[in-house]
């Protein structure tokens, strides 16, 4: 049986290298799944920041290497000879997208971001954007009675497109870029994505249904403010409120394109419980109020403008003989798109300058128009807007209860705020400029804010502790029937902490239903509008009363029937964690049983009255409340199953209370939750969906490969141009070659520009074939004609040197010739005096007497192992008959013949080759390839190789071999342990065994310098 190791050694794959492995595999797969991607989803741009192992928070540039990419999505419709009857439109995103929109502007998707979850029927910002947008068809999707967009690039049978389906195009478009940043092999999964606070459920699942479409998983939905505040923080510390001092509130002020917000944020530092002993120092965020108008920002000054133009654009006289209306000019599809990019663009402009001016040719029916406007003008025309700053800003203040006074700065950010009148309104509001900061960046804080939080949530970064504590935004109520009567109860206020939970009684002893809906203000007239948000069910109320009556005891009127429902960190909305119904029932007196009575006997068992006391302390410190029970899931079988577990494990609790003692029995509810307002798709719609999203991508790879080989097939046409016009092509083909070639780069230059621009991918594969056809022959000619003469001179070197390599073996060869033959006669000789030297190695009796002596002592060896001094003798009587030895030759003659006929046969092959190309021309094809020359050349090396590779073998195991004999013979004359007799014993046959291989080695020796000497 082999040793152990052995046996370990011959395992396919040990322990530990399978460990490695996981281990290895593990990191890597954590490594490309720990990228998460923080978005800032802005109405007019979408803007995003990656982190990832080696990138830590870099912003995602677009296709045309832009930071923030526009947020719009656009369809170009097929032409009428489109290559592929099957393909979808090509889609493009951001300014690529507007700049269609002078030409489809029925096709062009821009700031979607306010329709998300709106209801086509009276809504004033659904109606905003139809008039902004004349040229789109707005329809209502029949499942949801959501808004929805018929495109005109597909026929009239094709579904409408979901709000929630283009922003997807957009969100996937942006993952794609930020997949290119992080490298090959980068799949981002995870996203944190910011929200405006006044987004209620119903647009938070509309955004979440996006990601889902887009392949996003949402980890969290962070407020724009909050996100501010967290870019604010990562670079500064604030005053610590455990020492004393007292916390900073500062108001970060958002105005965007399409909202304004005021958040009000405390920032402090405190001391909290570390690992073990210690303490540390974190620093804490806290939204206290909130404040909005979803109808004032950049596009809502924009529209003044636009106004305006169209306003002077009526005094045209031009255009009054044209009978043409206001409403007629705004309806216009391109008219409306083109007065709309340059309102903005003037706006923009009178941020910084005095005045603006816009020019349009053929603005409406071939009239053309050219505007002017001031910053005063401007200004006037928006006064009504620098009131409704001061609303937003107040109703944020009254929220957390603080004045202007309490605020140490104002944060802004947005791209409206650049606006000269808003920073001077902000100033008025707070009676102090200093406190007006830009001490962000003002279009990214929001996007590194959201990818840092995203990194606290991944477990694969450690960022600064920095906690954060959102606020719900929306008051949160429920709603139920009692005694036939709608009740009502608020849970939650909008300053509540997201993440809170709250334990909500409810006096049902029979199964029920209650709703879960947010309470939205209404920013025009201070009405409350209810947003539904779930509906609860319970499946085992009843049940579950009945067996707490039944099996202990308890009276209806004792019995509570409780709820624990959280805002979810999520995104704070409100959940429902666990259901429980419960009664307090008299604990029973603990009766003692056979070991209780073997205790007595002896004085260990309780002795009444000392230690009474002592008992119910401990019983009072071990209770543990209802509401710290173990959470149950929502689906039926597992709270089912949650039931039984907690009844039995009170039921198994032994009371050892005295009489009159209480105790709480718990049985876990199963309920089921029905999500109301906002609706999924259903699995159907969804299917559709996603089924078109995955065409639309196919559609793109194939395109995109289509304008590879169109652009493969235009650069090789003018190349081959200038390949006619080179000597060294021209010297390699003939003239009926060049013009072939010419005429076919004529035919293929005219189709390709006609029917070669909508010609499949196929077909253009086939022209690029036909062509390199032509000239790959050519080419090949050029490229042997340049790499030949390199290769044959390699060649020949490599035969001059194998021709010495054969006259070295030549020599080699009759040396060990003459060598075995020498050692034969030696043989002969020695074999004659055999007798003599036998007669020598008769023992003595002294000798022999000294064995037996020796053998007497043998018992007492340590070691079974032979001895040394056999092991001596045995050596002793090898040298006292010394034989002739001879190492076999390095080289044989068989070696010799292998090698001249591999060199014969290759320099005939050459000289060959070289006869027959000497008498082609250059235009011929060559009959002596570079490919053959090199082939041959190592295949001469490789005879060579093969030959010197043995001879370092043989010369390896003729040292290897010698040394280790004597290094084996020592090891054991050294390590035995007998008497100093063996000892000095072991020692002589040890010189006489050295003596011995030293003198066998010798032919090894003179075979060795003969290789030196090659």
């Known amino acids: ?49 990656l982190v990832k192992p080696g990138i830590p928070f870099e912003i995602v540039l677009s296709k045309d290497s832009k930071r923030k990419e526009t947020s719009a999505v656009a369809f170009k419709p097929l032409g009428p000879s489109s290559a592929d009857a099957k393909a979808f439109p090509e889609r493009l995103y951001g300014s690529d997208a507007l700049a269609l929109a002078a030409r489809f502007p029925g096709d062009v998707y821009p700031n979607l ?42 026929a009239d049978k094709e579904d409408p497109f979901l709000v929630e389906e283009l922003l997807a195009m957009e969100l996937k478009n942006v993952r794609e870029n930020a997949e290119i940043l992080g490298g090959q092999g980068t799949v981002i999964r995870d996203a944190v994505v910011t929200v405006p606070a006044s987004f209620t459920a119903t647009e938070k699942r509309a955004l979440e249904l996006a990601a889902e479409l887009a392949g996003l998983r949402i980890l969290s939905l962070v407020s724009d403010g909050m996100a501010v505040g967290l870019n604010y923080a990562t670079s500064r510390t604030f005053p610590s409120v455990s020492a004393g001092e007292k916390p900073e509130y500062h108001l970060v002020f958002d105005m965007g394109a399409g909202s304004t917000s005021a958040t009000v944020l405390r920032f402090q530092a405190m001391e909290v419980k570390d690992v073990g002993r210690f303490n540390k120092t974190v620093q804490d965020i806290a939204v206290l109020g909130l ?113 202007t006074k309490d605020i140490n700065s104002v944060i802004l950010h947005g791209g409206a705020i650049r606006t000269p009148f808003v920073q001077k309104k902000l100033e008025s509001i707070l009676g102090d400029a200093g406190k007006v900061r830009g001490n ?88 409350v509008f209810e947003v539904p948000v779930i509906k609860v069910q319970t499946q085992n109320l009843t049940s579950s009363v009945a067996q707490l009556i039944d099996q202990f005891g308890c009276s209806a009127d004792a019995i509570d029937t409780k709820f624990s429902i959280r805002l979810s960190p999520k995104d704070g909305l409100p959940e429902v964690l666990q259901g429980t119904v419960s009664c307090e029932v008299d604990a029973p007196e603990k009766k003692g049983g056979m070991v209780d009575d073997v205790k007595g006997f002896f004085g260990f068992g309780s002795k009444k009255g000392e230690q009474e006391s002592l008992k119910q302390d401990s019983e009072a410190e071990e209770e543990i409340p209802a509401e710290t029970e173990t959470e149950s899931t929502t689906s039926a079988s597992t709270s089912t199953s949650s039931t039984s577990v ?148 390699n060649l020949q070197e490599a035969l001059n040197r194998t021709k010495q390599f054969i006259a070295v073996v030549e020599g080699h060869v009759k040396r060990a010739e003459e060598a075995a033959s020498s050692s034969a006669s030696s043989a002969s000789s020695s074999s004659s005096s055999s007798p003599s030297s036998s007669s020598s190695t008769t023992p003595t009796p002294s000798s022999s007497s000294s064995a037996q002596q020796e053998d007497d002592f043998a018992d007492l060896e340590d070691e079974p192992t032979s001895s040394p001094s056999s092991t001596s003798e045995s050596t002793t009587t090898t040298s006292t008959t010394p034989t002739p030895s001879f190492t076999p030759p390095v080289y044989s003659a068989e070696d010799l013949d292998s090698l001249s006929t591999a ?90 065994s050295s003596s011995s291989s030293s003198s066998t080695s010798t032919p090894a020796s003179s075979s060795t310098k003969s290789h030196d000497e090659l």
């Open 440 to 527: 962000v960046n003002s279009d990214e804080a929001a996007v590194f804010g959201a990818a840092f939080k995203g990194a606290g949530i991944s477990p694969s970064f450690r960022v600064k502790d920095i906690r954060n504590a959102e606020a719900a935004g929306h008051a949160v109520a429920a709603r139920w029937v009692a005694d036939g009567k709608d009740r009502q109860q608020k849970l939650f206020l909008p300053t509540s902490r997201v993440g809170a939970e709250k334990q909500v009684p409810f006096k049902k002893v029979e199964d029920f239903s209650f709703s879960l809906f947010q309470q939205k203000p209404s920013s025009a007239d201070g009405l």
């Open 1 to 49: 049986m082999a040793a152990p190791g052995r046996r370990r050694a011959n395992l396919p794959m040990s322990t530990l290298t399978i460990l490695l492995c996981c281990i290895f595999l593990f990191t890597s797969t954590a490594s490309a799944a720990s990228a998460v991607l923080g978005i800032d989803l802005g109405t007019e741009y979408l803007k995003a920041a």
């Open 291 to 403: 404040g909005w108008d979803n109808t004032l920002g950049g596009d809502a000054m924009n529209g003044i403008v636009v106004d305006d133009m169209v306003e002077r654009f009526m005094d045209s006289p031009r255009l009054k003989q044209l009978g043409a209306t206001k409403e007629k000019v705004k309806s216009h599809g391109r008219t409306a798109s083109k007065l709309l990019k340059e309102a903005e663009r003037v706006r923009q402009i009178l941020s910084a300058n005095a005045d603006s001016i816009a020019s349009f040719e053929g603005l409406y029916e071939d009239v053309d128009f050219k505007y002017k406007i001031t910053r005063a003008d401007f200004e006037k025309l928006t006064a009504s807007y620098a009131d409704r700053i001061e609303v937003v800003v107040q109703n944020a203040l009254d929220m957390a209860k603080l004045t």
């Open 113 to 154: 971001k306010p329709l998300l979850g709106a209801i086509l029927k009276d809504n004033d910002i659904v109606d905003e954007y139809v008039a902004r947008h004349p040229a789109l068809d707005v329809v209502r999707d029949e499942e949801r009675h959501t808004v929805a967009f018929k495109s005109q690039s597909f």
């Open 646 to 793: 907690a009844s039995s494990s009170t039921s198994a609790v032994p009371s050892v209370k005295s009489a009159g003692a209480k105790k709480t029995e718990v049985i876990n509810l199963s309920f089921t939750i029905e999500q109301e307002g906002h609706l999924q798709p259903s699995g159907a719609e969804l299917k559709r969906i996603k089924e078109r999203l995955a065409a639309f991508d196919a559609s793109d790879l194939s395109r995109l490969l289509r304008e590879e080989s169109f652009n493969t097939l235009e650069a090789f046409t003018y190349r081959a141009r200038d390949l006619l016009d080179d000597e060294a092509f021209i010297s390699a083909s003939t003239s009926t070659e060049r013009s072939e070639i010419e005429s076919q780069l004529s035919d293929t230059s005219e189709w390709l520009y006609d029917e070669g621009a909508s010609a499949p991918r196929d077909v253009l594969d086939a022209r690029l074939k036909s062509l390199t056809d032509l000239t790959g022959p050519v080419q090949r000619r050029i490229q042997e004609t340049n790499r030949r003469p390199a290769l044959i001179e």
């Open 903 to 992: 060199y014969d046969s290759i320099k005939t092959w050459l000289t060959s080759k070289l006869a027959e190309q000497d008498r082609l021309t250059a235009h011929d094809d060559p009959v002596l390839l570079s490919a053959d020359v090199d082939a041959k050349a190592q295949e001469l090396d490789k005879v060579i190789m093969d030959l010197v590779s043995r001879q370092m073998r043989s010369r390896g195991s003729n040292y290897g071999g010698s040394g280790g004999s004597g290094g084996k013979s020592s090891g054991k004359a050294s390590g035995g342990k007998s008497k100093s007799k063996k000892a000095k014993k072991s020692k002589t046959t040890s010189a006489s």
